[in-house]
C-alpha cells in the first residue's frame, strides 16, 4: 500500500503572511489541529511548514502574544518532512519471492513503480460485468492470480493447479472481463501482455514475472503456490483472509 491511497488530500492551507489568529480561525472552521502553511509555486503551492493549536497555545496565547500581530511564518522553526505520494513498504519472508540476493535485508520502504512482491497489492479501479471494483476486491480467502490480456495461458495453469492444492486459487484477466478504467492499472502493475503476480489473502504480493519470461505455466504456478503458502521453505503457513 502506498501513503497516495491513505492520505488525506482535502487539508487546510494557509500563506506565511497569515496572522496566527486567522489559522486559529481556520482550525476551528474545518474542526482540525493544524494548518499546513504552502508558498505559492510555478505549478501551484508547495508545503513548507505546520502550524498546530499546540504552536499557537505555546508560543503566543502561553507566551502572552497578541495572535493579531504574529504572523504563522514566524512560528515555522524547521522544514517540514515529505514523501511523495507513491511511498510504501516491502518485507521479506520464506512465502516472498523477492529475488534478492540472498541473506540481503530487506530495504525499510520503497518507492515501487510496479507492484512489487513483498508489497500490498495497489489499488486501480477496474470494470466488470456489473459495475466498477477495485484491484483490493479480486483478492479472496485463498491465492489470487491476476495477469494481462494476453495470460490465458496462466488461465488455463490455475485451473491444472487449483486441482493440486488444498488452498482456493482464483485466476483474474485484466483486459478481459475486467478491463481498466483510466489506465491507472497499466501504471501501478506494469504486467503487460502475459505478466503475472500472486497475491496472498492479507493483500501481499508474493510472487512476480514479467510479460515474456515463462515457457512452463503450470511448472511456474505450481512453485509460486509453493512460496506463498511457505512450503517452499519446508513450513505451511496459515492464511487468514
Known amino acids: 500500500m502506498s501513503i497516495g ?3 488525506v488530500r482535502n487539508v487546510v492551507c494557509a500563506g506565511r503572511d497569515a496572522t496566527v489568529m486567522e489559522a486559529a480561525a481556520l482550525m476551528r472552521e474545518h474542526h482540525v489541529g493544524g494548518v499546513i502553511i504552502v508558498d505559492p509555486a510555478q505549478d501551484g503551492r508547495i508545503p513548507v511548514g505546520i502550524v498546530t493549536d499546540r504552536d499557537i497555545v505555546v508560543e503566543t496565547v502561553a507566551a502572552g502574544v497578541d ?3 504574529v504572523r504563522v511564518g514566524d512560528l515555522l522553526k524547521r522544514p517540514i518532512a515529505t514523501v511523495t505520494e507513491d511511498m510504501g513498504y516491502v518485507y521479506r519472508s520464506a512465502a516472498i519471492d523477492a529475488g534478492d540476493i540472498a541473506g540481503e ?4 520502504h520503497l518507492f515501487p513503480t510496479v507492484a ?14 456489473d459495475g466498477r471494483i477495485s484491484t483490493l476486491d479480486l483478492v479472496g480467502a485463498g491465492m489470487t492470480l491476476i495477469t494481462g490480456p494476453g495470460g490465458n495461458a496462466w488461465v488455463t495453469a490455475a485451473s491444472v493447479v487449483t486441482t493440486e492444492v ?5 485466476a483474474h484477466v485484466v483486459g478481459a472481463d475486467i478491463d481498466s478504467r483510466d489506465g491507472l492499472f497499466c501504471e501501478r502493475f506494469g504486467l503487460g501482455s502475459d505478466g503475472a503476480l500472486l497475491v496472498r489473502p492479507d493483500g501481499h504480493i508474493a510472487w512476480r514475472r514479467e510479460a515474456g519470461t515463462v515457457t512452463d505455466h503450470v ?3 505450481r512453485d509460486a503456490i509453493a512460496i506463498g503458502t511457505g512450503a517452499r521453505a519446508g513450513e505451511a ?4 483472509a
Open 67 to 69: 495572535p493579531q500581530s
Open 5 to 7: 491511497e491513505i492520505c
Open 105 to 108: 535485508p530487506a530495504p525499510s
Open 116 to 129: 512489487t512482491p513483498g508489497a500490498r497489492m495497489p489499488h486501480a479501479w477496474l470494470e466488470g460485468p
Open 219 to 221: 511448472g511456474a504456478l
Open 166 to 170: 488444498a488452498i482456493p486459487l482464483e
Open 237 to 240: 503457513l496459515p492464511l487468514v
